[in-house]
């Protein structure tokens, strides 16, 4: 009888910590001292993108540095925070002033989004990346964070500082796919961009046929917004800029170029700053 082995996820290139074995582990711990944690939220990304978007480009950008740094990446934990809009960005979003709007879940989305309160989004985050140090005794982490909500940023970096304040590197944190030049920026959210992002890696969770086939996205119908809008810049008829546009916009090709790019970026930064031993400057403007 054939005693064939299956074929296992890291003949691949695919460092899921998962599906290593324990002395697999060890060795890639004593080799680099680095673990990797994708996390985001199921989220409402327009009805043309499945609503594990972010989670998903982080996944696949954690699998992708991870093949490079030779360091395992733990499961993705779909997890993230979001609050109240501002009210000039709820003004600039087309809504009544003084509406009440958490994050992208406007009032006419049929789900909304697996958002967690803060509170919990930062304990969660902080029990696991300490599982990571003090228990499995890997010496960093970088989280690969697939939301750019401000509070999710805010306790991000938050932590970032508190870990690293004896002057180690311990914890860092990047966004998935987006390369330096994009975050100079602003970024929309289920746009163009995004949308060739999910197109390139993940092929079968983007169908732009699911968005109407003419005229102009208005914001509040759909959650798809440009990030000149998100700075408080919209169009007149508080539609998404037509060059952000994903029905005409949409490139796989270009998501591709985005997420080596940006892969690039970060095995850089990484190993820069594993080798330095000192704090990073964490994360970068953006959502
Ligand atoms: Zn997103």
Redo the contacts with the bound molecule.
Sequence with gaps: MSTAHPRRPIEDGDWNLAFLFPDEIAAARSRTGLAILPL?PI?W?GPH?AMG??PL?AHAFARRIARDLQSPYFPPLFVGTERERRPETVEALGFPRGSYVEG?DFPANSVKSAYIPEEVFSLVVRATVDALLHRMAFRAVVIVN???ADNQRGVLDRLCAEYNASGQPRLRWVYPGFPRSLVAGAIG??TAE?SSMLMAMWPGCVDLSRLPPGGPLRNVDHAVVDGDTFDGAHTPDFTVRPEQDPRHHTDAARGERFVEEAAREAVADIRRWLSAGAGPREGAPG?
């Design positions: 985001a989220e990304h993108l978007c972010d480009l992208m697939g939301h750019g959210h289920a995004e959502r």
